[in-house]
């Protein structure tokens, strides 16, 4: 009895050796989660690094793509120049793409062209605009319903009118009870605009805003921000305040997408630009080169004093494209090919001699929708969400007032993807950089051969990393980790060099004909976009059809100013095999969508070639 009633003592309490047992099993659980927790952050900061190279290539193809587009503004000065000597029997194409059809007539000259039918559903606006119409606009383009183009024509006519009577530079005030809100880049992101107004309201006299520009372009419904943001200016011009963005644009609205969008939901430019008859018998033909003159690009008309001088023009340009950098100084940027790069230095030079203390700028995308740089005397705000691609970077808005620091609103559109798992929604994200640079590659491939076999002196077919990088970057012009990309874009052998040719293996441009040369192809293929502005621009009554006189004489312009090295021959046989019924036009759009690049894995599952 004695022995048991000892034992039930000693077992209420634990041995020695049961405390040493439990403490390792705490010390083995311990560093099993502390392993875990340092493998899980590793593969998360794996993640993050996969996806920042995917956010640069989106973005160093983006502003490769506005190089383009400034090169673009200098072939028109170009063909403005050379082209009616080149082409004397149509001068008037000159007069098309550089004149001005629009008249000083009266707004009703223009509304009474319209009629909003009875059985029009939408918002119908009443002017003066109140802050009912705001609210009646935004609920209707939540029902995704278009407002009529009546109400649209009525909106800028009086948005002009305000904007006329203000200054360039607007003035603004706040007070520690009276915040103002200021947003980046919306790009056509209806959604996002929505959710800035649901999370910080609607602009009104207590809740003024300011917007950075690039209001348009990329997005689909740039028209309805435009209509949104414009009513909201009527209807409080003192407290909504819209600065302009480089894709306040015309040229950029016909890249982008903008320009797009407006003919698909109205089709309403013979009304913003009223047809006028060419003087003689031209004025009496039936084709459509004699049927209208559009006003585009550059503006002929008017007194001296509405022109822009060279050095007036240069900043314009230098406002809207410019970019903050940590390198001191004042240089090119390289990267847009249009405007400078300003270092921390011209920052604090600037905002000394005006006596500010900091800049709000937008125009470039930010992975978590802003950054602050220069010392805490930059800030860059970005508003659209998703903007490369669906989970691609966050966007944000800033809440500033007198004597407080600047408070930063972070959020994301969330649609069913985005509940995927991280390392999806980055295999996504990543894949289709990728496809992006591969396009790019493909579009270069003749030059890029030339390169890689100028490296190859053994004929061997590989190179070393070294060697491939540095041709990739000489030849496309893109500052990309290559080294870190190099396992998307080619195999390398276990030796570590790349077989140099396996990167277009998987890829390459539907060819319309087969006998064309590949570098025709090619060329085509890359410029597709300037060839679809100059052309869209040509055919001034948007049926899509352009002479063949027209086809020719553009193309030996564009060749000539960009220096492309392609007998005039290749072109005109292509030209005639894209003139399908043999009616001397060509119905161009139809003619771009022939050339397309071919993915020969699109159909695979993406992530079985993908790991996180």
């Not at 319903?145 to 002009?160: G, R």
């Amino acid at each position: 009895m004695q022995r048991e009633q000892n034992s039930k003592q000693r077992g209420n309490y634990p041995q020695p050796s049961e405390v040493v047992r439990k403490t390792e099993l705490r010390s083995v659980s311990l560093k099993a989660a502390l392993v875990i927790q340092n493998w899980y952050r590793g593969y998360r900061a794996r993640l993050k690094t996969r996806q920042r190279y995917a956010l640069t290539i989106f973005q160093s193809i983006e502003y490769a793509d506005e190089q383009g587009q400034l090169q673009l503004s200098n072939f028109f000065s170009f063909m403005l120049e050379n082209y009616t000597r080149v082409q004397e029997k149509e001068p008037g194409l000159v007069t098309r793409l550089f004149g001005s059809s629009i008249q000083d007539k009266d707004r009703q000259d223009y509304l009474g062209l319209i009629e909003v039918p009875d059985s029009y559903c939408g918002p119908r606006l009443q002017f003066p605009l109140t802050f009912t119409d705001i609210d009646l606009l935004i609920e209707a383009f939540k029902q995704q319903q278009i407002l009529h183009a009546y109400y649209v024509l009525e909106v800028l006519f009086e948005t002009k009118k305000v904007l006329q009577q203000m200054p360039n530079f607007t003035h603004t005030s706040t007070s520690p009870s009276k915040e103002i809100t200021i947003c980046g880049d919306l790009h056509g992101k209806l959604d996002d605009l929505f959710l800035i107004f649901y999370k910080n309201g609607l602009p009104s006299v207590s809740n003024p805003y300011v917007f950075n520009g690039d209001f348009v372009d990329r997005g689909k419904n740039s028209m309805e921000i435009l209509m949104i943001l414009f009513v909201s200016f009527l209807v409080y011009p003192n407290d909504l305040h819209l600065n302009r963005g480089n894709h306040e644009d015309f040229m950029m609205n016909m890249r982008y997408g903008f320009t797009k969008e407006i003919l698909h939901k109205y089709k309403m430019r013979s009304v913003l630009m009223p047809p006028i008859p060419m003087d003689g018998d031209r004025a009496e033909k039936k084709n459509k080169l004699g049927t209208t003159i559009v006003a585009q690009g550059i503006r002929t008309s008017g007194s001296f004093s509405e022109q822009l001088t060279k050095q007036e023009w240069e900043q314009v340009v230098d406002i809207l494209w410019s970019d903050p950098r940590g390198k001191r100084g004042c240089y090119p940027n390289t990267n847009r090919g249009g405007g400078c790069y300003f270092g921390p230095d011209i920052t604090a030079k600037i905002l000394n001699k005006y006596q500010l203390k900091m800049l709000v700028r937008s125009h470039e995308c930010k992975p978590e929708g802003y950054e602050i740089c220069h010392d805490g005397k930059v800030i860059t705000v970005f508003s659209a969400s998703n903007y490369y691609e669906e989970g691609s970077n966050r966007g944000a808005y800033i809440r500033m007032s007198s004597g407080t620091t600047p408070r930063f609103f972070q959020y994301q559109i969330t649609k069913a993807t985005c509940f995927r798992p991280l390392y999806q929604r980055v295999n996504a994200i990543e894949s289709s950089a990728i496809r992006m640079l591969k396009e790019r590659m493909i579009s270069r491939k003749t030059d890029l051969t030339r390169a890689f076999q100028l490296q190859d002196r053994n004929k061997s077919g590989k190179l070393s990393m070294g060697q491939w990088a540095f041709s990739m970057e000489n030849v496309l012009g893109l500052n990309l980790p290559w080294r870190s990309l190099s396992s998307h874009l080619v195999t390398t052998d276990k030796d570590g060099n790349i077989d140099y040719m396996s990167g277009f293996q998987d890829v390459h441009i539907q060819k319309p004909v087969k006998e064309v040369q590949s570098t025709l192809i090619e060329t085509v293929y890359r410029y597709r976009s300037d060839l679809q502005i100059i052309f869209n621009i040509i055919d001034s009554d948007h049926s899509g059809l352009i002479s063949m006189e027209e086809f020719r004489s553009m193309w030996k312009l564009f060749k000539s100013h960009y220096s492309v090295h392609i007998d005039d021959s290749q072109f005109d046989e292509l030209a005639e095999r894209m003139d399908l019924n043999k009616d001397g036009s060509i119905d161009f759009n139809e003619f771009l969508k022939a050339f397309y690049v071919v993915h020969k894995f699109d159909k695979l599952n993406k992530s079985d070639n993908k790991l996180a």
